[in-house]
């Protein structure tokens, strides 16, 4: 009887989705899962329910960034989780963990196996600079050293050496906030979070008392938010120290500017002009005006040469920074480089501009039948909000090609089917959102010994250890 | 600060509703009797006005979440001032009569958001009262995608 019952909700099920106006079902196929991923699917199967999502990500786990880049000081900004795992469990919605686009899987296999494949496997690479001495120890990039201390995998075993006290910064937006904060926040605060252990236990043993954060251009040029700066005033034990010199003028330009410049502006201001420093024992010193020429050091950095810049041009938004001639050196035992993300071409079958770092696309369209959302699609800019609005842009698309027969649902497609059986051909374990939850259970349990939320696990083959116990993934849904 | 962690967790509680069982969560400033209904407009972008209600206390993001009323996104941080996704838009006159004034972490959060006017306020940070029944608030359409309803 009750077997019954549920074969035939079973059925309602299948007959819901294909007996609508349309009569097939859009197979689909996400790359990628981190927000840009969910959000996609949470708008597709919104506005057009009548199809199959499959969201094949690289790492064991999902949902990106908000896991390792996210600060681990920041959870609150991790409760989109929630509504994440909601849109992963419905009925049309499959995750498909450890698959490597590019690797296991082409663009044309997806292409062969779905109406349209949406990629939105994000920006895991950085620039550098290109300049003498950038491969000396302790060089490090701002998005290694984020995915250190939230436990990335690639990451787990960077080096990092904090015996030095002065640390330099170079690049003022938020990633470089972020970590300008790990370094210089008490560890009790950090304790509680779920930075990783071994970052904890590095930090316990810093010596690091100055962190300089170094711009091109000028405080009306910094690309970090209100919110990040406040909490940095706010420090507990670290006072933020300004170059007053560098404030000259800008008091004026404050009542013809509009927000959010001119909130950030006039705390940058109150705090550059008006208060004193308090009495701490680390300091925060954002620097401008300032282009690193080289890096100092035999083999691990010692201290970096700036070229000092003036600025040129009228409107600010527009000023370009360039040399005054005159060189400056400061004293440094870590650089971390925080200079940007870029994408990869992770197929060769893709539209790809490589100057930008991105994928060539108008709207979240690439080519027929080939999508995308999130920082590959816009660049790694903005925070979730944004990548929530592109991703929505997108699969309103999507549904659009559909609905006008862009994207032709008569042609019969595989969907999951050929490709897990290609993967399994291929070796590939995947991870089912079951397998997921399994590792999410033990990384609390894990945590809950340690008195965090959570401790992580930075070790793949771990993971898919602990996933087994989850249900398989199949092609039935 | 304390006020806003508590809201935080309220919010919290109230989406884990969406999943697991009912469960009230109390404002622990007023009694419980004493609790009316407040009428609540949300008009969305493309002009279609949800007419809803919520009770005295609850905040606009938990009468979205308690309504189940369908606006994409709205709330991803669950009411703990770190997305700016609750964006709503005020009539002046209701603006003013907000008791609260925003508080600046309210603002810098508000900031980053879409189509930010000068009677904006963020849904999380709002709490009803009384006086504010028959109130109707704009949805801004980055949030909710006008095509898409
Ligand atoms: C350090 C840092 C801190 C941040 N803090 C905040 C914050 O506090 N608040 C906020 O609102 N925003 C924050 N952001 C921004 C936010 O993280 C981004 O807006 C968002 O994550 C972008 O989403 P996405 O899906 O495009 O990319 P991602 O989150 O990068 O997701 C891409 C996914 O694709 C996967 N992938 C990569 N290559 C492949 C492949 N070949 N095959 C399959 N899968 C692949 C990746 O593993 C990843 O899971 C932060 C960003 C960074 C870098
Ligand atoms: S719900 Fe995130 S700020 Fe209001």
Redesign the pocket.
């Known amino acids: 009887m009750i077997r019954y019952c549920s074969l035939s909700i079973q059925r309602s099920v299948r007959t819901f989705m294909t007996s609508s106006t349309q009569s097939q079902v859009a197979k689909l196929c996400i ?8 959000y996609t699917a949470q708008h597709i199967i919104k506005t057009f329910p009548e199809c199959e999502i499959d969201i ?4 064991p786990v ?10 681990p000081d ?1 959870p609150e ?1 991790k409760n989109v989780i929630n509504t994440f795992t909601k849109t992963a469990k419905s009925p049309q919605v499959r995750f498909a963990g450890n ?5 296991d899987l082409s663009l044309q296999e997806l292409k062969e196996a779905y109406h349209a494949v949406i990629l ?5 690479e950085d620039k550098t600079f290109g300049i003498p001495g950038e491969n000396l120890k302790n060089i490090i990039s ?2 290694e050293f ?1 995915g250190w201390y939230n436990g990335l995998p690639r990451d787990k075993d960077l080096n990092v050496d904090l015996s030095d006290e002065n640390v330099v910064i170079l690049g003022q937006g ?2 470089a906030v ?1 970590a300008a904060r790990m370094l210089l926040s008490p560890l009790d605060e950090l304790r509680k979070t779920d930075i990783t252990e071994h970052a904890l236990a590095t930090l316990a043993d810093s010596k690091v008392k100055t962190v300089y954060l170094v711009g091109r251009r000028g405080p009306m040029q910094v690309a970090f938010t209100i919110k990040e700066l406040r909490e940095m005033i706010n420090l507990k034990d670290c006072s933020s120290i300004f170059e007053k010199e560098h404030f000259q003028g800008i008091p004026e330009l404050i009542p013809n500017l509009v927000r959010p410049r001119k909130r950030l502006t006039e705390l940058l201001v109150k705090s550059a002009l008006e208060t004193n420093p308090k009495p701490s024992s680390k300091t925060f010193r954002p620097l401008f005006l300032r282009s690193p020429l080289s890096f100092t050091g035999d083999s691990k950095v010692t201290g970096v040469e700036f070229d000092l810049n003036t600025l040129q041009g009228e409107e600010f938004e527009h000023q370009t920074a360039i040399s005054t001639g005159v060189k400056e050196s400061i004293k440094s035992g870590l650089v971390l480089r925080s200079i940007g ?1 870029r994408s ?1 071409c ?1 197929d060769p079958g893709i539209p790809f501009d490589k100057q930008k770092g991105r994928v060539i696309n108008t709207k979240g369209r690439v080519d027929h039948g080939v999508y995308s ?6 660049g ?1 800019v ?6 929530m609005s592109n ?1 929505f842009e997108t699969g309103a698309n999507v549904v659009d090609d559909i609905r006008q027969d862009i994207i032709n649902l008569n042609e019969k497609k595989p969907g999951l089917r050929a490709i897990l059986s290609k993967l399994d051909a291929r070796g590939v374990q995947t991870v089912s959102f079951d397998g997921w939850e399994k590792i999410d259970q033990e990384e609390t349990k894990r945590g809950k010994a340690l008195g965090k939320p959570r401790e992580k696990i930075v070790n793949i083959g771990e993971m898919l250890q602990i996933a087994e116990s989850g249900k398989k993934l199949t092609a039935k849904g | 600060m304390a006020q806003s962690a508590l809201r935080g967790l309220c919010s919290r509680a109230q989406s884990f509703r969406l999943f697991v069982v009912p469960q009230r969560c109390h404002s622990l400033s007023r009694p419980l009797f004493k609790k009316e209904d407040v009428e609540v407009t949300f008009i969305k972008a493309s002009g279609e006005a949800i007419k809803t209600k919520g009770k005295e206390g609850d905040s606009l993001l938990d009468v979205v979440v308690n309504n189940n009323i369908d606006l994409d996104g709205f709330g991803a941080c669950e009411g703990t001032l ?2 700016s996704t609750c964006h709503l838009i005020f009539k002046q006159n209701d603006f003013d009569e907000l008791p609260e004034k925003p508080t600046d972490e309210e603002l810098d959060m508000l900031d980053l958001a879409y189509e930010l006017t000068e009677t904006s306020r963020l849904g999380c940070q709002i709490n009803l009262s009384k006086k504010l029944n028959g109130l109707e608030v704009k949805v801004p359409s980055t949030i909710n995608d006008a095509r898409s309803s």
């Open positions: 790359v990628g899962g981190g927000p840009a991923a969910f094949l990500e690289r790492l999902p949902f990106g960034l908000v896991r390792f880049g996210v600060a920041h900004v698959v490597n686009f590019g690797i939105t496997y994000g920006a895991e701002a998005r984020v938020n990633v972020d993300y990869v992770a959302a999130g920082w590959l699609s816009t790694p903005g925070v979730i909000l944004s990548t991703a | 770190t997305c």
